[in-house]
């Protein structure tokens, strides 16, 4: 048996309870890929991560990432409560920014005063969606086909492809069919009208994990991808915030900011939970 530091914190919200969890196991360089899978399972949330020293000169930590299912190069939420823990543990980074090593190379992070933020990474698939996926989403989402007001692939490592509804009751009304999903994993968003909705965000986000039948509370990875489509399309400004969980009962808040060449996707992270774990 091996006895690790262990946390579990709650990101991309300000109030606890009502963002999105992530387990953090901490010097974890021992502990193989079998027991790390196992674990993810067994903690059962949407992911669990490996704190784990580096293997690259630039980077400061190395990250691993597991659903209960596999494991993935990239997530946001994991990226910023990783990052969090840490932070808390008195680490600090050798150069302007926090890099984090994971499956998809380096990642930028940084502290935007209260939250922590990272910088999106290049898409590994975008453009359009394709005609008969834009009608599985649809019989999935059991909408009809005009109702999707614009799409694109915007894969940075999950798969994910998206597509923009028309308002903030339509995506909050959402009830997908899972099956007829089929493997797709789909970001739907939709704009918030001031006068109804309030000015609190701009943007509300749903994240279907349709191999999963689940859907995530508040998910970087996603935001990230959109942000960079509603940015070059122009459908969204250079900086908004992100609403997504309410269905959920939760309340994620995703900032989101251009500056240069880099889209930053940040969030507050609090720490619910510390402890040793034993595997």
């Given at each position: 048996?091996?006895?690790?530091?262990?946390?579990?914190?709650?990101?991309?919200t300000?109030?606890?309870?009502?963002?999105?969890?992530?387990?953090?196991?901490?010097?974890?360089?021992?502990?193989?890929?079998?027991a790390?899978?196992?674990l993810?399972?067994?903690?059962?949330?949407?992911?669990?991560?490996f704190?784990?020293?580096?293997?690259?000169?630039?980077?400061?930590y190395r990250?691993?990432?597991?659903?209960?299912?596999g494991?993935?190069?990239?997530a946001?939420h994991?990226t910023?409560?990783s990052?969090h823990?840490?932070?808390?543990?008195?680490?600090?980074a050798?150069?302007?920014h926090?890099v984090?090593?994971?499956?998809?190379?380096?990642?930028?992070?940084?502290?935007?005063?209260?939250?922590?933020?990272?910088?999106?990474?290049?898409l590994?698939?975008?453009?359009?969606?394709?005609?008969?996926?834009?009608?599985?989403?649809?019989?999935?989402?059991?909408?009809?086909?005009?109702?999707?007001k614009?799409?694109?692939?915007?894969?940075?490592?999950?798969?994910?492809?998206?597509?923009?509804?028309?308002?903030?009751?339509?995506?909050?009304?959402?009830?997908p069919?899972y099956?007829a999903l089929?493997?797709?994993?789909?970001?739907?968003?939709a704009?918030?009208?001031?006068s109804?909705?309030?000015?609190?965000?701009?943007?509300e986000?749903?994240?279907?994990v349709?191999d999963?039948?689940?859907?995530d509370?508040?998910?970087?990875?996603?935001?990230?991808?959109?942000?960079?489509?509603?940015?070059?399309?122009?459908?969204?400004?250079?900086?908004?915030?992100?609403?997504?969980?309410?269905?959920?009962?939760?309340?994620?808040?995703?900032h989101?900011?251009?500056?240069?060449?880099?889209?930053?996707?940040?969030?507050?992270?609090?720490?619910?939970?510390?402890?040793?774990?034993?595997v």
């Amino acid at each position: 048996m091996q006895t690790f530091d262990f946390q579990q914190v709650d990101v991309f919200t300000g109030k606890r309870l009502k963002g999105n969890p992530l387990a953090v196991v901490i010097g974890a360089d021992g502990l193989p890929d079998g027991a790390m899978a196992a674990l993810a399972n067994w903690t059962n949330l949407s992911e669990t991560t490996f704190l784990l020293k580096p293997t690259v000169p630039e980077a400061d930590y190395r990250l691993r990432i597991f659903t209960p299912s596999g494991e993935l190069p990239f997530a946001g939420h994991p990226t910023l409560g990783s990052c969090h823990v840490w932070l808390s543990l008195g680490n600090t980074a050798r150069q302007t920014h926090v890099v984090q090593e994971c499956g998809a190379g380096l990642v930028k992070i940084r502290r935007d005063g209260n939250r922590l933020a990272f910088a999106a990474p290049p898409l590994r698939r975008t453009g359009n969606v394709e005609s008969d996926i834009l009608d599985q989403i649809a019989h999935g989402l059991q909408i009809r086909r005009d109702a999707i007001k614009a799409s694109q692939w915007i894969d940075n490592g999950p798969g994910w492809v998206a597509v923009m509804l028309a308002s903030r009751p339509e995506i909050l009304g959402l009830r997908p069919d899972y099956p007829a999903l089929g493997n797709l994993k789909l970001g739907v968003v939709a704009p918030w009208d001031p006068s109804r909705d309030g000015g609190d965000a701009s943007f509300e986000v749903r994240a279907f994990v349709s191999d999963r039948a689940t859907e995530d509370p508040v998910t970087g990875s996603l935001n990230a991808g959109l942000a960079q489509w509603l940015m070059s399309a122009g459908l969204a400004p250079a900086a908004y915030v992100a609403s997504q969980g309410t269905v959920l009962g939760r309340e994620g808040r995703i900032h989101v900011e251009r500056d240069g060449d880099d889209i930053w996707i940040g969030g507050e992270t609090l720490t619910c939970i510390k402890g040793k774990l034993t595997v």
